[in-house]
């Protein structure tokens, strides 16, 4: 168990990548709060305790300071410590040209998608430098944080702010032992997709298809990523990958080992960078 007595915050870990992340962060041996808005977060929560696991549902809004800070709170109050946060919660607008964009539509994206995450990290930096014990923040990215596309400013901006974000915070707290690192899927098969019309989903499924690309499937394997970075060393300084996951038809641990980095790898000021994709088995 990897994770075993360590307490974790997964914000937007009610369904989705969120919740594949808490069941496999449970499963590792971690006491997990789960922050979420939906009332599947509470049902979650209760079916996780029922299993034995030590979890805490609280109900947040990560645009709102007061809300993230008691959730720090509440979490060192149940548990007496915080060692990891995963910023994951966000949301998604359906693809509109920039000029059909409202300055309200724009709004909660930024207040979400990088006022959420900054706030999380912040109030989660300030836990773990009390603690002097270190700790791990990762913060749910987006390959669009890379790369720009049609239609979708508003969350293209916001998920370049958390890339960028993340790489001031991990070379500022590196010091402190506070590991601050990002991961960047493409798209993936969750609830956000899934509003998506089916015109638009369909559009998406043939682009990835056709570029021999990708979506983690609604099971443990979404969750490859997160066990596959608690047994890497390169948690030790900031990450971000360009890449998308590759669809695998076994379990995720055998798809671990066929993960493969292709393009620059440069070290500088303490950041490892890796541009990447993943392959398919074989």
């Known amino acids: ?29 971690a006491r ?8 599947l977060g509470e049902k979650l929560a209760r079916e996780l305790d029922e299993s034995g696991y030590e ?3 609280s109900e947040v809004d990560v645009s709102r300071e007061d809300d993230v800070r008691k959730l720090i709170d509440d979490a060192g109050n149940r548990f007496g410590r915080l060692d990891i946060m995963v910023a994951n919660a966000g ?10 964009v409202g300055v309200d539509q724009w709004q909660q994206m930024i207040d979400i998608n990088l006022t959420g995450v ?14 002097n014990s270190g700790g791990a923040i990762v913060n749910m990215a987006s390959v669009l944080g890379h790369v720009g596309m049609a239609g979708a400013a508003s969350y293209n901006a916001a ?13 500022a707290y590196a010091k402190d032992g506070i590991r601050v ?42 969750s490859c990523s997160w066990r596959a970075m608690m047994r890497r060393s390169w948690w030790e300084r900031a990450f971000w ?4 996951t590759a669809h695998n038809e076994g379990d995720a641990d055998d798809y671990l080992p066929n993960f493969r980095s292709r393009g620059c790898r440069c070290r500088a000021r303490g950041l490892h960078r890796v541009t990447g994709t993943a392959r398919r088995h074989g």
């Not at 168990?1 to 499963?27: C, Q």
């Not at 989660?124 to 603690?131: D, F, G, L, T, V």
């Not at 997709?193 to 990835?208: D, F, H, K």
Request: aromatic content about 6%; overall charge positive; some cysteine.
């Open 1 to 29: 168990m990897k994770l075993k007595d360590k307490v974790a915050i997964v914000t937007g870990g009610a369904s989705g990548i969120g919740e594949a992340t808490v069941r496999l962060f449970a499963a590792e041996g």
């Open 32 to 39: 997990v709060v789960i922050a979420d808005r939906s009332a």
């Open 55 to 57: 979890v805490l549902y």
């Open 91 to 100: 949301i998604a607008h359906p693809s509109a040209p920039v000029e059909e």
């Open 118 to 131: 900054f706030l999380s990290n912040k109030f989660a930096i300030a836990r773990m430098k009390q603690q």
């Open 159 to 171: 998920k370049g702010g958390v890339v960028n974000l993340t790489r001031s915070l991990g070379v």
């Open 181 to 222: 690192n990002a991961v960047c899927p493409g798209f993936v098969e969750t609830p956000l997709l899934e509003r998506a019309s089916g015109e638009a989903r369909a559009r998406i499924v043939a682009a990835i298809r056709s570029a021999g690309w990708g979506w983690w499937p609604k099971s443990r394997r979404r």
């Open 241 to 244: 990958s360009m890449g998308v």
